[in-house]
């Protein structure tokens, strides 16, 4: 009985000596491989919590500088001083995921604008493409300022470096500027030449996605029909997932041909902002205060009467033109029209119809339809 524990011991002993000989720099190259592809931050917390060693080398400036996104995405349900202090050393470390999420959390939910700013500019002076879209919006929304504070020429060339780094909304926001003057000089055809420029990139990155993975199941894209229920979210291995999450949202791009395209990702600091702003009473930042009527987006205003109203219904607004184009294809083409509108059209169709039926007939009503490539006025 002696000699079987002597030998675990010695075992034991040999598993954690061969571990304990392995150099820093071999564990923090596996530690950074870890971190640029974990899905959830649970993956990493996980090898924190192993030994001291990986405790200790977990924390290494090269280990925080290569997390990505999904490794820094703190829910908004567990954030706290300690997730704060988190990102914080991300941020020390010039992780440039870091700066983004940080700063979109400080800026709109910890209301530290100019903290938040900062750290947003420091990632787009890295070339971030969402950071630099982001500070477009500010500018052209005056966010965190006064309605004087707009900047609408920085807006512009915030969005064309956005549009340059292949973002798609920054290109559709440039796209709609150059069509109505807004903010640089009125230039028609090279505004819709931008907008089929950035539909065309949307369609080849579903597709892209979609083609390049072993299943329809395991892609972030599904295809189904209009005319069948909407099917759940589903784990890789095809099975459903219990837990889909509310704040996932729908993504129409084949609608004229039957098929939707559902199960788009959101960016994890838009998903924060969604479940913050969410996660009170009453769905709002403040008394007067609006959120972005897009559900994929979470930004609220900084002041009264920051976004733009659609002009259609009056009862959604948007922080910038993107969110609407995709809130339009998303749901909101089936309910845009004034109240009157749908009265007039169904008393109309019900009075034609019992003029042609003599009146004995019930039909059902019937509602306009919306051309598809108008959003509040503009063309998409």
């Excluded at 184009?325 to 909101?332: I, K």
């Amino acid at each position: 009985m002696k000699k079987k524990q002597r030998r675990a011991v010695c075992h034991g002993r040999r598993r954690s000596d061969l571990f304990e000989a392995l150099p820093d720099d071999i564990v923090i190259s596996v530690l950074c491989k870890l971190t640029s592809t974990a899905s959830s931050p649970s993956d990493f917390i996980a090898v924190l919590l192993t030994c001291k060693r990986l405790n200790k080398l977990g924390l290494h400036p090269l280990v925080l500088a290569k997390s990505c996104s999904k490794a820094l995405a703190v829910r908004a349900k567990n954030w706290c001083e300690e997730a704060h202090r988190f990102l914080k050393l991300c941020v020390n470390a010039g992780n440039t995921e870091a700066y983004y999420t940080l700063g979109m959390i400080r800026f709109y939910c910890l209301q530290n604008r100019g903290s938040g700013a900062s750290l947003m500019a420091k990632a787009a002076i890295k070339s971030h493409a969402p950071a630099l879209y982001s500070l477009a919006l500010i500018q052209f929304n005056g966010s965190g300022g006064l309605k004087n504070d707009k900047d609408l020429r920085a807006g512009v060339a915030l969005c064309a470096r956005a549009a340059f780094l292949g973002h798609i909304d920054a290109l559709r926001e440039l796209g709609h500027c150059l069509q109505d003057g807004y903010g640089v000089r009125k230039n028609i055809a090279e505004g819709r030449r931008l907008l089929v420029q950035a539909n065309a990139r949307e369609l080849a990155s579903v597709l892209r996605v979609f083609n390049n993975s072993p299943s329809p199941s395991s892609s972030g894209w599904q295809f189904h029909n209009h005319h069948q229920p909407r099917p759940t979210t589903l784990y890789q291995n095809g099975s459903p997932n219990p837990n889909q999450n509310p704040t996932d949202f729908d993504f129409e791009l084949f609608s004229d041909y039957g098929f939707n395209l559902t199960g788009r990702e959101m960016h994890p600091a838009n998903r924060f902002l969604v479940e913050w702003f969410g996660s009170r009473e009453d769905g709002f930042p403040g008394q007067g205060i609006r959120m972005c009527s897009f559900k994929g987006c979470g930004r609220p205003e900084t002041r009264r009467n920051e976004f733009r109203r659609c002009s259609g219904c009056g009862k959604v607004n948007y922080c910038s033109r993107g969110c609407q184009a995709h809130d339009w294809r998303v749901h909101h083409k089936v309910e845009c029209a004034p109240m009157e509108e749908w009265v007039g059209h169904a008393i109309d169709d019900v009075e034609e119809e019992d003029n042609m039926n003599g009146g004995d007939d019930v039909i059902d009503d019937q509602t306009v339809e919306i051309d598809d490539g108008e959003v509040d006025g503009i063309q998409i």
